[in-house]
């Protein structure tokens, strides 16, 4: 299997980036029922090679530069693989110490890293957890926060409970606010100011939370963003935060994407204003060489968690929780049962270092500073906001301004440069324009990647425009 990988990242760049199938195409190629005997693993990798392999999309390809990028590496290889080989499952501390231990050892590491405040060190009152994803971190943070502001206003008030955030969030907000029984009226997503670079202003949070408290409305929770995953606007945490945190609302920061670049200190500045968040997300998974899944939650006042999330069942009772010795991640989290993916976080902050995974993240912001550069040069394309860390927002403009071709030209452009095969990229809508999203990213993406995907645009660009 080892080999049958290496081959894979080998011939990585021989694939289509994104897969070509049509839906259902396997249910022909597979029988109906699982086989009543043993097969060999040979027969299986040829199945595989021939009939998997086509329907995948490859994010690791080098010229994958469609959504965020999802990393692997070596070093997160190898944690998976003792991960899978050890496989224990440690909900609580004493179903296996030190993958608790380790856990919240790595990500005290990390916030250190970060310069995250004291508050979110596992020696405080805070600590990290590892969750799935970024979805599930703020799910339970908002779940934290809800029940504690019920239990200072009654039950019954939940019909009343506010959550703030930007029109830029991600949808992961709202689905939490959905599980979380939070009414959609409530439920608010304020406009973004397009002239700051679609970040969200201190004074539209101040408004908004203003006349909910006129109406007799409870705001409790707030999200910011750095990165959004529309553009990598930047929210300004400080004086956000300090609207949160006046009106007692829980302040969360999703910083899934951008949360890896402020490892490096000409970035961190864009977490400036974090000392005021009660909670702090960043996938690891996403650019920091983890293989998915890794996201790391840290929080001010893990009781909160605890106290919203926890159970006590016989089955699980035992001296060290009992005790309130140790921490029982299963109180930190949605599901009972967890992995040991802090193996690879560490092996991913100790294979590489410091140095060498601030240099990773560099390299990549250079990357997508010189596909900027060549971009702003043509002047039949456009940069749509300026880049911030490694994804450029860009898009075709049409021989006449009429915006409805210029969204049909952006999203035909994106159709035949995805249909070649030859790289894969995704788009958003800003001030309902049609934007094209290239977001670099994936560790074997190298200068000639961004130049012949820059090609591919050009060319494909200029047979739609010849067509106009
Ligand atoms: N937040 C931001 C800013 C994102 O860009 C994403 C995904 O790209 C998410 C949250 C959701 O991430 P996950 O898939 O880890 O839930």
């Given at each position: 299997m080892v080999d049958f990988i290496a081959d894979y990242y080998k011939n990585i760049e021989n694939f289509p980036v994104l897969s070509q199938v049509q839906p259902g195409y396997l249910r022909k190629l597979l029988p109906e029922t699982?086989?009543?005997?043993?097969?060999?693993?040979?027969?299986?990798?040829?199945?595989?090679?021939?009939?998997?392999?086509?329907?995948?999309?490859?994010?690791?390809?080098?010229?994958?530069?469609?959504?965020?990028?999802?990393?692997?590496?070596?070093?997160?290889?190898?944690?998976?693989?003792?991960?899978?080989?050890?496989?224990?499952?440690?909900?609580?501390?004493?179903?296996?110490?030190?993958?608790?231990e380790l856990e919240m050892i790595v990500l005290d590491w990390l916030a250190k890293e970060l310069k995250l405040p004291d508050e979110f060190l596992s020696t405080a009152q805070g600590g990290g957890v590892i969750q799935g994803t970024a979805s599930e971190a703020v799910l339970v943070v908002l779940l934290a926060a809800r029940d504690k502001v019920l239990r200072k206003v009654g039950k019954d008030a939940i019909g009343k409970l506010v959550v703030y955030c930007s029109d830029q969030t991600h949808s992961a907000l709202q689905k939490a606010c959905q599980i979380g029984g939070i009414h959609p009226e409530n439920f608010r997503m304020l406009k973004a100011d397009p002239s700051k670079d679609y970040a969200l202003s201190p004074d539209t949070l101040s408004e908004a939370v203003s006349h909910d408290l006129a109406t007799g409305l409870i705001p409790f929770f707030f999200c910011a963003t750095i990165g959004t995953t529309s553009s990598t606007a930047v929210d300004p945490l400080l004086a956000l935060g300090k609207i949160a945190k006046s009106n007692s609302m829980w302040f969360h920061v999703d910083a899934a994407y951008a949360g890896s670049a402020c490892i490096c200190p000409e970035f961190r500045h864009y977490i400036d204003g974090v000392e005021e968040a009660d909670s702090f997300n960043m996938n690891a998974h996403k650019w920091f060489l983890t293989n998915f899944d890794c996201s790391a939650l840290w929080v001010k006042d893990r009781s909160a968690l605890i106290q919203s999330l926890s159970t006590n069942p016989e089955f699980l009772k035992n001296k060290a929780s009992q005790g309130n010795l140790v921490v029982d991640y299963k109180d930190w989290q949605i599901p009972l049962g967890r992995r040991f993916r802090s193996l690879k976080l560490w092996?991913?902050?100790?294979?590489?270092?410091?140095?060498?995974?601030?240099?990773?993240?560099?390299?990549?912001?250079?990357?997508?500073?010189?596909?900027e550069e060549l971009v702003a040069q043509d002047q039949r394309f456009e940069i749509v906001t300026p880049r911030k860390f490694s994804l450029v927002c860009f898009r075709l403009l049409p021989p006449q301004s009429n915006e409805d071709y210029a969204n049909n030209l952006n999203h035909d452009l994106l159709d035949a440069v995805n249909s070649t095969g030859k790289l894969f990229i995704s788009h958003t809508v800003l001030s309902n324009r049609y934007v094209l999203r290239f977001a670099i990213g994936a560790p074997l993406t190298e200068e000639r990647h961004i130049l012949a995907a820059w090609k591919v645009f050009q060319d494909e660009a200029a047979t739609l425009l010849s067509k106009c």
């Open positions: 699982a086989p009543a005997h043993s097969e060999t693993l040979q027969d299986v990798l040829e199945d595989v090679q021939t009939k998997i392999l086509p329907g995948v999309t490859h994010w690791q390809s080098p010229d994958y530069f469609a959504y965020f990028p999802s990393n692997s590496s070596v070093a997160g290889f190898l944690g998976e693989m003792l991960s899978a080989g050890i496989n224990m499952v440690g909900f609580s501390w004493i179903t296996s110490p030190a993958a608790t092996m991913v902050l100790r294979l590489y270092g410091m140095e060498k995974l601030q240099a990773y993240i560099r390299n990549h912001i250079e990357l997508a500073r010189h596909f």
